[in-house]
């Protein structure tokens, strides 16, 4: 396995009989602890510095019980949660084989499935299933199969977070297909958003509140982590209303309950992929809540996928395979935000509009720092089985829910968008489909994400 390197003091904890005297050999290190009345015990360890050192961890207790943890790395861990597109495994992506073989190159990574078969009410202490023990990346530990482990995402960040940082990795797939973010908030994270919708009927309990945050959460909130990984929203497709106020509290709540601040608990998260058929108006909400909670809390990064459709899936256009390029955009996110690279990770972003009425065309400026050597206007064919109405690229609107097609045309760091008429445009927006049609990127290779001058005015929940 692999705890959390120093500065961070990493936790190992256990059960025993109550009052009993707990001692730890760590590193040629005695600790001491005391079990309480129901007999667990916990030890900080001393901050302990990344590198390919082993350790052998030994803990007795008064009573005689004994245990080990053995081959253990120090360094980052990232907990990588969510539904289905973050279940979706490496053996189900493109160059699965490929892939999957590279994984032997890997041994300073450390994997770890739970298992998708416990649900509770109230919170655990220990997960009921577990899918993968903590394992050595292999070909066997992330080719298991598809839907069971190894989490695609999860692996491809992982991975090329090693690669550039050279210090091992824990990765920590936890998630489950077609939840709802209601299942994985806390009681006191779903009290921040009330009137909570009601739950999904077409999957049992394991979308009713709080029951997987209870039973897949709550065992692994003593671990020390870097951060934590998310692609949901899928199920939360009509709740885009509810959804801006769940995710930014979801998000604070899982910092306060493992007690670590923003700047020591970094939280990514992947937007939407295109997806068809869908609710054009909702789906373009989900992501543009999952956009914005980077602006709104500290230490919040997203990776932009709308670019990555994929209509002929076997798993359905919402289980697009492309997983490696999702995995590199977060990976590069973390790059830049928990290990301070100077490198790029967003795409052109919206920073104002403005309207020439003299030669008729509607102007886009980006965030200076988004711009990434400059703007590029890629090609964009919508796919045979998809009406071409439905993927839009820049929109005017023109009247209530009267939106214009408009073809962009990049002028230096700008983008200028003609229209017709005396009629002033009231808006304007960007991919705002299920299926849109991404053609704008800078030069670092990152899409421009979709942005919506025009406030929602829909439902709640």
């Not at 499935?113 to 993968?132: A, H, M, N, R, W």
């Not at 992982?158 to 299942?183: A, E, H, R, Y």
């Not at 009330?194 to 945050?213: C, G, H, K, M, Q």
């Not at 990514?268 to 909670?293: K, M």
Request: with cysteine.
């Amino acid at each position: 396995m692999v705890l959390q390197r120093a500065p961070q003091s990493a936790r190992i904890w256990g059960w025993t009989e109550a009052w009993s005297i707990v001692k730890a050999n760590f590193d040629g290190q005695v600790l001491d602890a005391v079990a309480d009345r129901t007999g667990f015990y916990k030890f900080d360890l001393p901050p302990t510095e990344a590198s390919d050192k082993t350790y052998n961890i030994t803990v007795l207790s008064s009573n005689g019980q004994s245990g080990s943890l053995n081959n253990v790395l120090f360094g980052d861990v990232y907990l990588c949660g969510g539904q289905s597109n973050m279940q979706f495994s490496v053996l189900a992506g493109f160059n699965a084989t490929q892939q999957v073989a590279l994984a032997a190159n890997y041994p300073l990574i450390r994997v770890f499935t739970v298992g998708q078969k416990s649900k509770s009410y109230t919170p655990l202490e220990e997960f009921g299933t577990i899918e993968q023990n903590w394992t050595i990346a292999s070909p066997q530990s992330i080719g298991g199969g598809q839907w069971t482990y190894f989490s695609a995402v999860c692996w491809f960040f992982g991975k090329d977070v090693f690669d550039k940082m050279q210090i091992p990795i824990g990765l920590l797939s936890d998630n489950w297909g077609g939840t709802l973010i209601q299942s994985w908030s806390s009681p006191d994270a779903l009290a921040k958003c009330l009137p909570t919708p009601p739950r999904s009927s077409d999957i049992e309990s394991a979308n009713d509140p709080s029951v997987l945050w209870n039973a897949m959460i709550s065992p692994v909130l003593n671990m020390r982590i870097r951060g934590a990984l998310w692609y949901q929203g899928e199920q939360n497709w009509n709740q885009p209303g509810y959804y801006r106020c769940a995710l930014p509290a979801m998000i604070n709540d899982w910092r306060l309950k493992w007690r670590e601040s923003s700047d020591e608990f970094a939280f990514l998260v992947a937007q939407l992929s295109a997806w068809y058929p869908a609710p054009d108006d909702w789906i373009p909400e989900i992501r543009l809540t999952q956009s914005n909670v980077s602006i709104a809390l500290e230490n919040v990064r997203f990776a932009m996928t709308s670019d990555l459709g994929d209509i002929k899936s076997p798993f359905g256009s919402v289980h697009p395979r492309n997983k490696e390029t999702v995995g590199l955009r977060l990976s590069a996110s973390a790059l830049a935000m928990v290990y301070h690279r100077n490198v790029p990770y967003l795409g052109p972003t919206f920073q104002q509009w403005s309207i020439d009425r003299n030669s008729k065309k509607v102007i886009i400026a980006f965030e200076r720092d988004s711009l990434g050597g400059g703007l590029e206007k890629r090609s964009f064919t919508c796919p045979s089985e998809i009406p071409s109405t439905a993927c839009v690229g820049f929109e005017l609107q023109f009247g209530l829910k009267m939106w214009n097609a408009s073809e962009p045309i990049i002028v230096g760091d700008q983008i200028e968008l003609p229209y017709q008429g005396d009629d002033v445009p009231l808006g304007v927006r960007y991919l705002w489909s299920a299926f849109p049609a991404c053609t704008i990127y800078n030069r670092d290779g990152f899409p421009a994400p979709s942005f919506n001058t025009v406030a929602w005015t829909g439902p709640w929940g």
